[in-house]
């Protein structure tokens, strides 16, 4: 239960569903607000009730459209700063450009980094997230940032929906998921793998993978992954664990963007589910692909919201809280 009155939750367009499932959790209302486009494409916003002095919670997630959905954001922080708002939380469930992390080849920009100047420079005090590409990202802020994880919700899920999973074994499909894949083999007891994905010297030529670490013969395979966008590297993930034995393949996947994935290919996949989270709007794809399951994260964030606005610790939400949260987490 929230304390006291001074709470505000706003949206944008970015993702109304999961904002509503969050206002719904925590039994506030969603603060009336107006974001369109005048017609050369600047975006205008109208906030229709008082946040002076107020708690602000501005629920945006990076998906589909991600430079409109940011500047949205940043806008409605900048309107609710110039209304004198006590403390603005960006609660953003998708972080924008965090792919962009590092500066892997010569000239190439660090736009995570640039994404945290902007959301600093808007008037920004605070932000929650969830399952950010690299942790490193919380260093760009000069404020706090809380990192939240899907881990203990993807648990529940295999322990409730995933048959064998006492047999199964947790798949990276590259070497820079490894630690998510053993805290979740550690959690559940079994054993872990990952692959490696071998290129040719010809920069056209065709990619493959292999199993580099973990025996995945007569086993479940559940693939765990961060991101899925154009589906590649599933594809790749999944045809390699089932040329390897696996007895049946499952994916589960924390930000289901699926951009320029062609649902048909993920139907004709050798995979039992493709499981993603609502952090980002699934409605489309769901309708394209029956392997597709989408697990709700708004209990997660809605408290995550609760416990920031009465100041206390959001620790729990990374152990058995969350994983009962899972419960009924299924949409």
Same mark, same amino acid.
């Given at each position: 239960m929230l304390r006291g009155n001074s709470v505000r939750i706003l949206t944008g367009n970015s993702h109304p569903g999961l904002a509503q499932a969050v206002v719904e959790r925590l039994n506030v209302p969603l603060t009336p607000c107006t974001v369109k486009k005048f017609s050369n494409g600047e975006i205008n916003v109208k906030i229709s009730e008082s946040v002076r002095d107020e708690d602000v919670y501005i629920i945006q997630t990076g998906c589909s459209d991600v430079n409109d959905n940011l500047m949205e954001l940043l806008i409605l922080i900048s309107a609710c700063k110039g209304a004198s708002a006590r403390r603005i939380t960006a609660v953003i469930p998708c972080f924008p450009y965090a792919r962009m992390d590092k500066k892997d080849k010569?000239?190439?920009?660090? !736009?995570?980094?640039?994404?945290?100047?902007?959301?600093?420079?808007?008037?920004?005090d605070h932000v929650i997230t969830m399952d950010l590409h690299a942790s490193q990202i919380q260093g760009f802020f000069d404020f706090p940032v809380d990192n939240l994880y899907s881990e203990p919700v993807v648990v529940?899920?295999?322990?409730?929906?995933?048959?064998?999973?006492?047999?199964?074994?947790i798949v990276s499909p590259d070497a820079g998921g490894a630690k998510r894949v053993t805290a979740i083999a550690d959690k559940l007891g079994v054993e872990f793998a990952l692959i490696h994905r071998e290129r040719t010297?010809?920069?056209?030529?065709?990619?493959?993978?292999?199993?580099?670490?973990?025996?995945?013969?007569?086993?479940?395979?559940?693939?765990?992954?961060?991101?899925?966008? !154009?589906?590649? !590297?599933?594809?790749?993930?999944?045809?390699?664990?089932?040329?390897?034995?696996?007895?049946?393949?499952?994916?589960l996947v924390s930000h289901?963007?699926?951009?320029?994935?062609?649902?048909?290919?993920?139907?004709?996949?050798?995979?039992?589910?493709?499981?993603? !989270?609502?952090?980002?709007?699934?409605?489309?794809?769901?309708?394209?692909?029956?392997?597709?399951?989408?697990?709700?994260?708004?209990?997660?964030?809605?408290?995550?919201?609760r416990r920031t606005h009465n100041g206390e610790s959001i620790s729990l939400l990374f152990g058995d809280w969350a994983e009962g949260a899972g419960v009924n987490g299924v949409y």
């Open positions: 010569s000239r190439a920009p660090i !736009t995570a980094k640039l994404v945290a100047n902007m959301l600093a420079v808007s008037g920004c529940s899920y295999i322990k409730r929906n995933i048959e064998g999973w006492k047999d199964s074994i010297r010809d920069p056209g030529g065709p990619v493959k993978m292999e199993v580099l670490v973990g025996d995945v013969r007569d086993k479940v395979a559940i693939l765990v992954d961060d991101m899925i966008d !154009t589906g590649a !590297t599933l594809a790749l993930a999944a045809r390699s664990l089932a040329d390897n034995g696996a007895r049946k393949v499952y994916a289901g963007l699926l951009s320029e994935t062609n649902m048909k290919m993920i139907e004709e996949l050798p995979i039992e589910q493709l499981v993603v !989270t609502n952090t980002v709007p699934q409605k489309q794809h769901e309708a394209a692909c029956s392997k597709l399951v989408t697990i709700d994260v708004s209990p997660t964030i809605a408290e995550s919201i």
